[in-house]
């Protein structure tokens, strides 16, 4: 039902800052929670960041509190990811992904997925 496309990855130095952003299209699409997942080499998938689909409610995985900031764009159909003071085990290609059920509050609800965009921290 939705189509997500992430931006914004890159290659930067322990303590600089990268904005993600996802671009969303598709039936509905405004409506859902919107999420932020990371996956490290050999490891397993992991919740970074979500937002209900009206944004009043915010969740962050306890290693990037304080440092990322999920938010939506001006244009309801984006996503991003402030990340700020960044260090190298960030190091992970970040996926966007979209609830349909717009609460964000369950991983398992998150059904519909970006391709990924690399973020690598150099220490």
């Known amino acids: 039902q939705v189509q997500l496309v992430e931006s914004g990855g890159g290659l930067v130095q322990a303590g600089d800052s990268l904005r993600l952003s996802c671009a969303a299209s598709?039936?509905?699409?405004?409506?859902?929670?919107m999420g932020w997942f990371r996956q490290a080499p050999g490891k397993e998938r992991e919740f970074v960041a979500a937002?209900?689909?009206?944004?009043?409610?915010?969740y962050y995985v306890d290693s990037v509190k304080g440092r990322f900031t999920i938010s939506r764009g001006n244009a309801e159909s984006t996503v991003d990811l402030q990340m700020n003071s960044l260090k190298p085990e960030d190091t992970a290609v970040y996926y966007c992904?979209?609830?349909?059920?717009?609460?964000?509050?369950?991983?398992?609800?998150?059904?519909?997925w970006g391709r990924g965009t690399q973020v690598t921290v150099s220490s």
């Open positions: 992904a979209a609830d349909p059920t717009g609460r964000g509050t369950r991983e398992t609800s998150f059904t519909s």
């Open positions: 598709g039936r509905n699409y405004a409506t859902y929670a």
């Open positions: 937002i209900n689909w009206r944004g009043y409610n915010t």
